[in-house]
Structures are given as structure tokens and as C-alpha cells.
């Protein structure tokens, strides 16, 4: 969309030069030009060629300068991004950490009064202990999915679009469609 864009515009600007080249005589002819205050000769094209060339110029770093802010806002995103990971990472190994001291410490507990009652409760806890680690692991893995997921779509979203010759984006099936 956005070559596609600037194609028209430079599109535009090669016709106006033609036609400036064509007409250069009646470009550059002095014609009575009346100011607010005051009155001047200048060549009126000419005058109008270089208002066309000022605003064509604005666009272009007005075009830059958007562009420049895009990537920069999302290379923040990006380290926000990475930061909020790190932080869950670590709260997640604190809360296991706990988890395992207050275990450990019923277990042993338990084990100083071995009663049958007590053994069972061992056998319990060790069982409990060990659906807990599966469990842990669990949401540890769909973390890291969904951790994956929104680099994913991340990187999807700040990927240069596709050019005009019909390429696509790397990882893009031919059809344009995005995968999920």
C-alpha cells in the first residue's frame, strides 16, 4: 500500500515535470503578481513550481519522520515486552521455590513421627508433589506459548509489507493469508 503510494505521488511529480520542460517559455514569463501591500513582476510558474517542489519536499520528511517514530515505538514495545517476561519468569522460580521449602519442610516434618498415619499422609503429599510438578510444568509451557505468540505477532506487525512486484513476507504463504 504504501509503494503503491509513492509510486503515485512520483508518478504525479515526473507528469508535472514534463509538463513544466514542455512549457518552460510560459513558466518562466514575468507576470504582474499583486501581494496584500504591494505589487511585483516574477514568473508565476515558476513561483508555483517552487511551492510544488516546497510541499513535495515537507511530505517526503513528514513521511520519514512517521516512519521513524513507528519503528522506535515499536522497538519499546519489544523491551516492554521482554522486561514483563522477565518478571513473570522470576515470579514464577520464587513461587516454586517457596512451594518446594514449605513442602519439604512437611515432609520432614512428617517423616520425624513416622506413624502409619503419618506414612500415608507422606505417600499423599508425594503424590500431590509430584501432580504438582506436572502441573507447574504445564503452565510454564502454555507461558512460554503465549510469551511466543505475542513476539509473534509482534514481529508480524512491525514486518515490512509486501512490494509491489507481488513478494511477500518471509514466513507469508503465496496467497497473502497469515498463518496463525
Known amino acids: ?12 511529480l515526473v507528469l508535472l515535470g514534463a509538463f513544466a520542460w514542455l512549457n518552460w517559455a510560459t513558466f518562466t514569463t514575468p507576470t504582474p503578481l499583486h501581494l496584500l501591500v504591494t505589487r511585483m513582476e516574477a514568473p508565476l510558474g515558476l513561483l508555483m513550481l517552487g511551492v510544488v517542489a516546497t510541499l513535495t519536499l515537507l511530505y517526503f520528511l513528514l513521511a520519514v519522520g512517521l516512519e521513524t517514530t513507528a519503528l522506535l515505538e ?13 518478571l513473570a519468569e522470576d515470579a ?7 512451594l518446594r521449602r514449605f513442602l ?7 517423616r520425624a513421627a513416622p506413624t502409619e498415619a503419618g506414612r500415608e499422609v507422606i505417600a499423599r503429599l508425594e503424590r500431590l508433589e509430584e501432580a504438582l ?14 510469551i511466543g505468540e505475542l513476539e509473534d505477532r509482534l514481529t508480524r506487525d512491525s514486518a515490512p509489507p509486501p512490494d509491489d512486484r507481488g513478494t511477500q513476507r518471509a514466513g507469508q504463504p503465496a496467497d497473502g493469508r497469515t498463518q496463525p
Open 74 to 86: 515499536a522497538r519499546r514495545h519489544a523491551r516492554e515486552l521482554e522486561a514483563q517476561r522477565k
Open 92 to 98: 514464577e522460580a520464587s513461587r516454586y521455590t517457596e
Open 1 to 12: 500500500m504504501v509503494q503503491a503510494r509513492t509510486l503515485v505521488i512520483v508518478l504525479i
Open 104 to 110: 519439604d519442610a512437611e515432609l520432614a516434618a512428617l
Open 133 to 146: 510438578k506436572a502441573e507447574v510444568e504445564r503452565a510454564g509451557n502454555t507461558l512460554a506459548a503465549y
